[in-house]
């Protein structure tokens, strides 16, 4: 399991590439978003989260969700199919087989 901290103006966490972003709400709105990047079935995702979708490809986990998506403020990238939850100021990132 990864920890990430991201921090939050609009609610959530951005994600995206220079092109174009998502913002993945966390569930209770501004301030420190804790961001869990899984293998599938490294926790429990069903009851305590919520799901809200699904991302297949390459991207960028921004540090701001109001960020411009510039270099600086990429915390990581990452690739693959990933379920998204969310649970009160948690966002979490459960990797999916391809």
Known sequence: ME???TM???GGVLVGTKEIGVI???GRGDGETKVLIIKKGEI???GEYNFFTSLNG???IY???CSKRDDADIIKSIEG???IY???GTVVFEEWDS
């Open 3 to 5: 920890k990430l901290t």
């Open 8 to 10: 939050s103006d609009i």
């Open 24 to 26: 993945l709400t966390n």
């Open 44 to 46: 429990e995702t069903t």
């Open 58 to 60: 390459k991207f960028n």
């Open 63 to 65: 540090n701001y969700d």
């Open 81 to 83: 199919r990933y379920g």
């Open 86 to 88: 969310y649970n009160s």
